[in-house]
């Protein structure tokens, strides 16, 4: 059932960062858990390393705690609703549960309290390092070998840590700048670490760490290779309030996974991996107030069906340089149906915010920020139809290559932007993108009600505040616009820079800034360019978003099935 809405926006005076939208009716906010379903309440065991009589032969008790988390993942020791309490410390360890609760009665995984607990993949190295002179040192390589797609130092999987900080890998074994390290040897058989430490100081003086383990958090089934979120795998996890960071994960795997489904993160941090931060693949997951930061590759990944994020985060992803049109960046859900992600925010990664990619269904994108990410705020790419993305904010994307454009459609359709602030950006500011190679259809998609101005800001690319491309002039026209506030592009080449952008139209391509011009070859309704006031603009809206998702919530955890989408 279409829903009409009702759009008005009102364009204030001034040059600075646009007024908020105002909005009379629009689609409603999608729900969320607003209270947890009753939980069986089993047992709670007790990890505390500091604790004078800890040993993994206790039973576990407060007074006789276990001394690793990795403790409790042994066969036969919890059941569905034990909890498993953590104190604090620093846990150099992998969690690999090899069972799982069941609905209404998960295992958890917490934070005792008050407590700092740290799970890392990293153990302290600062012995058996030789002076090579010059501020060099090497140290012959311990651990086991750690395959990777190639060998390049962007795709090799060594971390070396030094005084809490993570060394970058030089460029080459000639050139190994202070904060940096170079790994010798293939990676399946690595020989040696030669580093030159921040400050020139000693590996003794530095708390040198190495990490060698790739899996922090990851439910293991009788297929130990199988892939996160597997239907084989154990499921029906709660961590809460715990950290991990440090891992020696492989580009594309995450050092935390929640499991084959039902899973939740709450107050979850994940940091300064080698590659991804968090699988979140499966089904009926959620990840709430969760973070996923400064990992090498990319923060958050997940092929998931029926899953929340909400007041999630993802900052600083990809310092080591993967290549962001392969995979890199804030986040990249790929073959998800049903899913919200709502009050995300990302910030200054390298590469997409939030990107949908290959194979997405009826998903919903709302109220989230991205700011300063590269290439584009918000990606929808690859077979990703029925989505809904309303209400967010894009700010700030950065140049790369061919693009940093707000919102970026390619090989997308039928989907539907709605009511979304997108300015600052280098490049366009929506780019509804003919795909170069024609892997699945484009058009079809509605831009209604959003705030599109003061975009191009870096002046000397190839950019609009808004591009719309089609396999010809038809397919153009199966876009449909309306009550949109669009900034005028007055000034610059009209080549390069201009408000609008059409490919193709009867006389060839448009580039230009009038709107009566622009709507002689695209479909609009009420859109006005710079301080006009946008006309009230009924419209019947398609299906968009994850419609079903808060009755499922419901079901499994305890929200009011309110209605979501279009």
């Known amino acids: 059932m279409a829903l009409v809405a009702f759009l008005l926006i009102a364009m204030l005076g001034g040059c600075g960062e646009p007024e908020p939208v105002q909005i009379i009716r629009s689609a409603s906010f999608s729900a969320e858990p607003t209270a947890p379903q009753a939980e069986v309440s089993g047992r709670v065991f007790v990890v505390d390393q500091a604790h004078p009589r800890a040993s993994d032969r206790n039973p576990g008790s407060a007074d006789l705690p276990w001394l690793t988390i990795s403790r409790a993942t042994v066969p036969g020791?919890?059941?569905?609703?034990?909890?498993?309490?953590?104190?604090?410390?620093?846990?150099?360890?992998?969690?690999?549960?090899?069972?799982?609760?069941?609905?209404?009665?998960?295992?958890?995984?917490?934070?005792?309290?008050?407590?700092?607990?740290?799970?890392?993949?990293?153990?302290?190295?600062?012995?058996?390092?030789?002076?090579?002179?010059?501020?060099l040192w090497r140290r012959a390589w311990t651990g086991p070998g750690l395959p990777s797609y190639n060998e390049s130092r962007v795709f090799r999987r060594e971390l070396v840590v030094a005084s809490g900080e993570v060394l970058r890998p030089a460029s080459s074994r000639d050139d190994i700048p202070a904060g940096t390290f170079w790994a010798e040897g293939p990676p399946e058989a690595p020989v040696a670490i030669v580093a030159r430490f921040p400050a020139g100081r000693a590996p003794e003086a530095s708390g040198v760490e190495i990490a060698t383990r790739s899996r922090l958090f990851w439910p293991t089934g009788a297929d130990p290779y199988v892939e996160c979120g597997d239907s084989t795998t154990p499921g029906y996890f709660h961590l809460q309030g715990l950290t991990f960071r440090h891992a020696s994960n492989l580009a594309q795997k995450g050092a935390v996974c929640a499991g084959s489904r039902g899973s939740i993160m709450d107050r979850v941090r994940v940091e300064w991996t080698n590659g991804r931060g968090i699988d979140g693949s499966g089904v009926d997951h959620v990840f709430r107030r969760s973070t996923a930061d400064y990992n090498g590759q990319m923060g958050?990944?997940?092929?998931?069906?029926?899953?929340?994020?909400?007041?999630?985060?993802?900052?600083?992803?990809?310092?080591?340089?993967?290549?962001?049109?392969?995979?890199?960046?804030?986040?990249?859900?790929?073959?998800?149906?049903?899913?919200?992600?709502?009050?995300?925010?990302?910030?200054?990664?390298?590469?997409?915010?939030?990107?949908?990619?290959?194979?997405?269904?009826?998903?919903?994108?709302?109220?989230?920020?991205?700011?300063?990410?590269?290439?584009?705020?918000?990606?929808l790419e690859f077979e990703t139809v029925r989505t809904l993305v309303q209400h967010n904010v894009v700010r700030g994307t950065r140049w790369s290559v061919w693009t940093g454009t707000g919102i970026l459609s390619q090989a997308a359709s039928h989907n539907v932007l709605l009511h979304n602030s997108i300015t600052g950006n280098e490049g366009s500011g929506i780019w509804l993108r003919l795909d170069p190679l024609r892997r699945a259809p484009d058009g079809d998609t509605w831009v209604i009600g959003n705030v599109v101005r003061g975009n191009l800001t870096r002046g000397d690319v190839?950019?609009?505040?808004?591009?719309?491309?089609?396999?010809?002039?038809?397919?153009?026209?199966?876009?449909?616009?309306?009550?949109n506030a669009i900034g005028r592009v007055a000034s610059g080449d009209p080549v390069l820079r201009a408000t609008f952008f059409v490919h193709p139209t009867a006389r060839g391509d448009y580039r230009g800034s009038d709107l009566a011009d622009w709507r002689r070859w695209v479909r609009d309704?009420?859109?006005?360019?710079?301080?006009?006031r946008v006309a009230v603009t009924p419209l019947a809206l398609p299906a968009a978003g994850a419609r079903e998702a808060p009755a499922?919530?419901?079901e499994s955890s305890g929200a009011a099935p309110e209605a979501v989408g279009l």
Request: net charge negative; charged share 25%.
């Open 300 to 379: 958050w990944g997940a092929s998931c069906t029926n899953c929340l994020w909400v007041d999630t985060q993802a900052v600083g992803n990809n310092w080591k340089g993967y290549d962001m049109f392969w995979e890199a960046g804030g986040g990249k859900w790929t073959r998800t149906r049903g899913t919200v992600i709502r009050r995300h925010t990302s910030r200054d990664n390298d590469g997409p915010g939030i990107w949908l990619d290959i194979d997405n269904a009826d998903n919903t994108v709302e109220a989230s920020t991205s700011t300063g990410d590269l290439g584009a705020g918000i990606m």
């Open 525 to 532: 309704d009420g859109s006005a360019l710079g301080e006009a």
């Open 77 to 135: 020791t919890l059941a569905p609703g034990d909890t498993v309490e953590i104190h604090e410390g620093v846990y150099r360890e992998s969690i690999e549960p090899r069972e799982g609760g069941r609905r209404g009665a998960r295992i958890t995984f917490r934070a005792a309290r008050g407590e700092t607990v740290v799970v890392t993949g990293a153990d302290p190295s600062a012995d058996g390092w030789a002076d090579l002179g010059g501020g």
């Open 552 to 554: 499922r919530w419901a």
């Open 462 to 483: 190839e950019a609009r505040e808004i591009s719309t491309e089609g396999l010809d002039a038809a397919n153009v026209r199966s876009y449909r616009f309306a009550a």
